[in-house]
């Protein structure tokens, strides 16, 4: 008989603090509306075709709006951007009108909106999209690109965020 290990959320919430990784705002706007939302979930798939993915909660409701306008741009964020990153992941509950106005955007192909001062930004037409427990994982394909300043970059690692 085999022994099966359960592991439980809040253990493996803690192993994966110890994970450090690049914060990023990602953003859509078209029919179905305009959001923006700070994640950490998000990697490079392939560089031909140029293909990222990032992983956002679907059960929150509102992320339905990035499969709905089927585009999203991904927004690397730099140490300065600490405040946007909190300000896009919900904290101090602001609306999304005001968490926009705490920036410079513009757009580049898919009209989502772009991080002007971004390190990077890849802007994307969702290729696919992956249902995955309590996950909805989008893969784009880059139809738009900026490469920013080199500043140092914002990570979130041990449940906060450090400058690289």
Request: aromatic share 8%; with cysteine; net charge positive.
């Amino acid at each position: 008989m085999l022994k099966k290990n359960e592991i439980q959320p809040r253990l493996y919430r803690d192993a994966m603090a110890n994970f450090a990784g690049h914060v990023h705002v990602v953003t859509t706007d078209g029919p179905a509306g305009r959001r923006g939302t700070t994640i950490i979930a998000a990697c490079s798939v392939s560089d031909d075709p140029p293909t990222v993915l990032v992983c956002l909660m679907r059960t929150n409701p509102a992320n339905d709006i990035f499969a709905k306008n089927g585009v999203f741009a991904l927004n690397t964020l730099g140490y300065h951007h600490e405040g946007l990153a909190n300000a896009f992941s919900g904290l101090g509950g602001l609306s999304q009108e005001e968490r926009f106005a705490r920036a410079e955007w513009d757009t580049l192909s898919t009209g989502s909106p772009t991080l002007v001062d971004a390190l990077s930004v890849f802007d994307c037409r969702i290729v696919e999209a992956k249902d995955m427990a309590t996950h909805r994982v989008l893969f784009g394909k880059v139809t738009g690109l900026r490469v920013g300043n080199k500043v140092r970059p914002l990570i979130y690692h041990d449940r906060g965020y450090h400058g690289l």
